[in-house]
């Protein structure tokens, strides 16, 4: 029984896996930094007492 065909599945499936995650990651990010930013935005521009 040949190992390397399971070992490429193996790798192949981990680099899939990982991109993936980092399509999400990105999404996410995307999706979240609009309210950050603005919220930084209001943070730095109000005036200090």
Request: net charge positive; charged share 20%; hydrophobic share 45%.
């Amino acid at each position: 029984m040949d190992a390397s065909p399971a070992i490429g599945a193996t790798i192949f499936f981990y680099i899939v896996a990982f991109i993936v995650v980092m399509i999400i990651g990105a999404y996410l990010t995307y999706q979240v930094s609009p309210s950050k930013r603005e919220h930084r935005k209001a943070k730095r521009n109000k005036p200090i007492d």
